[in-house]
């Protein structure tokens, strides 16, 4: 079956540090995979998408960058993050074409 | 474009009620539409998902759902709910892109209290 790891589950970072959020797919090939937000108290926001290794597309301007190194390794960055980047950050993965389903999230808190 | 509304942004219900939490959406044609649950702190669980065919759909946990195109609901229900269902409740609309992506667009959530 598939299994999709996503860490650190838990961050505390300063504003102006750098970040990098891991997420793997187990058990597929060749997945979509996505980079969602939640911020306190509303609902998910895309942040970036990618059908295919090195193919990543944004959703919204912001100060983060995603890439896709590997089939099924899927990454979030930022060179330099701001307190409005604080939230939950959601990594998903689909076959294509059919549901997507959610890892266990990451909590990201900029101070 | 598509939308989602969920017009109850907190409900409580006793042990043992039933339950229907609204979904309603905007889409051109015929819409894919989810359910996930998300418990504090967690991840999203798929509950159910609506692609064609049988306009009841079943899904975990004892939740159902009915689409109803001449309302554009997706209404979520449980007959009895347990102090386990306590959690934030999003109904959800997607397609599929052009580019094979899948463009799920979020309603803002439910969250379902449970009292003894």
């Known amino acids: 079956s598939q299994t999709i790891h996503q860490w650190p589950a838990t961050l505390v970072q300063p504003v102006g540090s750098p970040l990098s959020l891991e997420c793997t797919v187990e058990g597929t090939s060749n997945p979509n995979l996505y980079w969602y937000r939640q911020a306190a108290g509303r609902g998910l926001q895309l942040l970036f998408y990618s059908v295919g290794i090195g193919q990543i597309s944004s959703e919204v301007p912001q100060n983060l960058s995603a890439s896709r190194p590997q089939d099924r390794q899927f990454i979030l960055s930022s060179k330099k993050l701001l307190l409005s980047d604080s939230g939950f950050y959601l990594c998903a993965w689909s076959p294509g074409g059919d549901t997507i389903y959610f890892g266990e999230g990451s909590w990201l808190t900029v101070v | 474009a598509q939308s989602v509304t969920q017009p109850d942004i907190h409900i409580t219900v006793s042990e043992g009620a039933s339950l229907e939490l609204r979904c309603n959406y905007s889409y051109g044609a015929t819409p894919y539409l989810f359910w996930y649950v998300q418990s504090p702190g967690q991840g999203l669980q798929l509950l159910l998902k609506?692609?064609?065919?049988?306009?009841l759909v079943q899904g975990i946990k004892g939740f159902e759902a009915e689409f109803k195109r001449s309302q554009s609901s997706f209404n979520l229900r449980k007959p009895s709910v347990h102090w386990s269902d306590a959690a934030e409740y999003f109904c959800a609309v997607g397609r599929i892109s052009n580019f094979g992506n899948e463009k799920l667009t979020f309603g803002t959530g439910t969250r379902l209290t449970i009292i003894p």
């Open positions: 609506y692609f064609s065919g049988d306009t």
